[in-house]
């Protein structure tokens, strides 16, 4: 079993989101995938446990239990496996649904992968959840931007989204890791979405991670096409839309998210970056 290492949605080693890839992962049982994420340390590793042609079966595994989706390290195996047979199109059947993938190279030797997630959907929060939420936070409500109301998202897996008024409050993330990954466990949340508006389509993202066992994700490709679903479900962007989310600055692994969002309610979110090999 060979595990590749991928940082995802950055065209350097030091910036993006590091996810390991095993493509032979047939036969192994999930208590050792989960031990073998464990062991690889990063926020998600992706084991393909069926491979008929360009159709992939995968598994994600965080270093303390599985997700039903995982963006960056979609992405990851997108472009581990263009590296390996060239690129194109791929069918990722993962436990949210059928994914749909292509990746492509750059004139500059770059492999650039787009993800379609499943549809998306949007729901509202209970203004208890949404004061517990707050409170593991250490947030107030007059943290929040008025014009982005709490909702819960998901496209693959369930992502609270939650917005900043200014980004000195998005850059002051100082959180209770055992209270929010005790009402994450509960309300079944994967990252928590906290966004700040830049402009008109350039949103930053922090995304806490407590359930997996990690304090924060540095680019979260889950979460962005649900916050894509978000902003066409409350039509705070004109559709179709094309949208930067810039996440990870404050950890010092800046990556960059591309979305594209589709008119139709009933399309999936498509998310673009670029993957390196470690």
């Not at 999930?30 to 992939?56: K, N, Q």
């Not at 190279?105 to 993800?115: E, K, Y």
């Not at 960059?256 to 998310?271: C, E, N």
Request: a negative charge; aromatic letters at 6%; glycine letters at 8%.
């Amino acid at each position: 079993m060979e595990i590749l290492r991928y940082v995802a949605f950055s065209e350097r080693a030091d910036g993006g989101n590091p996810a390991g890839v095993v493509f032979d992962a047939a036969g192994i049982s999930s208590s050792r995938m989960l031990e073998i994420a464990a062991e690889v340390g990063y926020s998600e590793t992706a084991f393909v446990t069926r491979g008929v042609d360009r159709e992939l079966t995968v598994r994600y595994f965080s270093p303390k239990v599985e997700v039903p989706f995982c963006g960056h390290a979609t992405i990851a195996t997108a472009v581990a496996f263009a590296d390996l047979h060239g690129p194109g199109e791929l069918l990722l059947q993962t436990p949210a649904g059928p994914i749909e993938v292509s990746t492509s190279v750059t004139h500059a030797g770059a492999t650039v992968a787009t993800l379609v997630s499943v549809p998306p959907r949007v729901e509202a929060m209970e203004a208890a959840l949404l004061d517990e939420l707050l409170m593991a936070l250490h947030w107030s409500h007059a943290d929040l931007d008025a014009e982005f109301p709490p909702r819960v998202a998901h496209a693959g897996a369930s992502h609270p989204i939650i917005a900043a008024r200014t980004r000195e409050r998005l850059a002051d993330l100082s959180y209770d890791f055992s209270l929010l990954a005790i009402l994450m466990e509960r309300a079944k949340w994967t990252t928590i979405d906290l966004v700040w508006r830049e402009s008109d389509d350039v949103f930053h993202a922090r995304n806490p991670f407590p359930p997996g066992g990690v304090r924060e994700d540095s680019a979260t490709g889950a979460a962005a096409a649900a916050f894509g679903g978000y902003l066409r479900a409350l039509g705070l962007v004109t559709l179709p839309a094309t949208v930067t989310v810039l996440q990870g600055q404050d950890m010092g692994r800046p990556s960059t998210i591309t979305l594209s969002i589709p008119k139709d309610p009933a399309s999936g979110i498509a998310v673009t970056g670029t993957a390196v090999r470690l």
